[in-house]
């Protein structure tokens, strides 16, 4: 097994995490993304910290993965949850913990900050590797349906 470094994206990522959206979008949606909107969606995130942040997954000196996190507040638990998204782990690269790497710095930094109560993140329902994947690191299915208004 490949050595696995986990490390903050820096502006200088942003053409593997644009790659790395629009592959993940076109696999698991079979959507084609515009490239320009993303680019732009990626760029705002290191523009403005309070979006969130990527981690990226380099193996054998290549940025072979990453994943965001964003925020939401939980009045209930008065505390951030940490939300992960665009997971994507380029397909040569894929089981040889990539994601685990990933997910293990998420949740460290998570623990380590005690506004935050928890992860989540959100799967699509044909999904089921990476279901099993999610599962196997510990999440769980929620009693919640996910709705959108999207204009």
Partial sequence: MSLIKIRPAKEADLPYLVSFNMEMALETEGRKLDAGILQAGVRGVFEDATRGFYLVAEIEGQVAG??????????????????????????????????????????????????????????????????????????????????????
């Avoid at 994601?99 to 989540?120: I, M, N, P, Q, T």
């Avoid at 993140?121 to 919640?144: D, I």
């Fill in 66 to 151: 990453s994943l965001m996190i964003t925020k939401e507040w939980s009045d209930w638990r008065n505390g951030d949850f940490w939300w992960i998204q665009s997971v994507y782990v380029l397909p040569k690269y894929r089981r040889q913990g990539g994601f685990r790497k990933l997910y293990e710095e998420a949740r460290r930094r998570a623990k380590k900050d005690e506004s935050v109560c928890g992860c989540r993140l959100y799967v699509e329902t044909e999904n089921q590797p990476a279901q099993q994947v999610y599962l196997k690191h510990g999440f769980v299915e929620t009693g919640y349906l996910l709705f959108e208004d999207v204009f």
